[in-house]
């Protein structure tokens, strides 16, 4: 069965730092490109940024391009986001999805982390 | 940067056809993909690749896709429908993965 568990969300003053974290499993991780999506309270789904399988090529939303950096660890079936120069309109869940490339939806999606930035 | 234009909301009686329109310049070249989220869940995909079904969505959620205009057509509407509805497509000019504002389906 695939799984997507993410993690690492929480309060976090505006300015500061944040890492989460996407632990998969039940398929083959280093096979799938991943994406990071986020969803403000109340809104719509936003694309946040995505990876491919070998670390190849990697986009961000202009949104956070310059403060987020997407990553992964293949060897730990693990993907990452590591978030800096958190603002206020960076409150959101935080989703990981899995997608066979770039031009392919996210077919399996984690639970979400919520991420709050507030003073 | 590439924009997807959706209605804010679609109603429609049961058992009726709901269709959802995603606009966007050109998106009868791009593939398109549907989610529906239920409140408070995560995004399921519904159709992939304009029209394409996963496995375990019934055969009532259909997609189409030609010139600036795609659409998810959900058949013999049940009250267990009632999601909000995003259109989602790759733009290959910026890079970047775009989806649609969203749509509420409300069921009468």
């Known amino acids: 069965e695939v799984q997507l568990v993410e993690s690492g969300g929480g309060l976090v003053k505006p300015g500061g730092s944040l890492r989460l974290s996407c632990a998969a499993s039940g398929f083959t991780f280093s096979s799938y490109s991943m994406n990071w999506v986020r969803q403000a309270p109340g809104k719509g789904l936003e694309w946040v940024s995505s990876?491919?399988?070998?670390?190849?090529?990697?986009y961000y939303a202009d949104s956070v391009k310059g403060r987020f950096t997407i990553s992964r660890d293949n060897a730990k079936n693990s993907l990452y986001l590591q978030m800096n120069s958190l603002r206020a309109d960076d409150t959101a869940v935080y989703y990981c999805?899995?997608?066979?490339?770039?031009?392919?939806?996210?077919?399996?999606w984690g639970q979400g982390t919520l991420v709050t930035v507030s003073s | 940067s590439y924009v997807l234009t959706q209605p804010p909301s679609v109603s429609v009686a049961p058992g009726q056809t709901a269709r959802i329109t995603c606009g966007g310049n050109n998106i009868g070249s791009k593939r398109v993909h549907w989610y529906q989220q239920k409140p408070g869940q995560v995004p399921v995909l519904v159709v992939y690749?304009?029209?394409d079904r996963p496995s375990g969505i019934p055969d009532r959620f259909s997609g189409s896709n030609s010139g600036n205009t795609a659409t998810l057509t959900i058949s013999r509407v049940e009250a267990g429908d009632e999601a909000y509805y995003y259109c989602?497509?790759?733009?290959?000019?910026?890079?970047?993965?775009?989806f649609g504002g969203g749509t509420k389906l409300t069921v009468l």
């Open positions: 989602q497509v790759w733009d290959n000019s910026s890079d970047h993965r775009v």
């Open positions: 990876i491919s399988s070998s670390t190849s090529y990697i």
């Open positions: 690749d304009d029209g």
């Open positions: 999805a899995r997608s066979v490339g770039k031009n392919k939806p996210g077919d399996y």
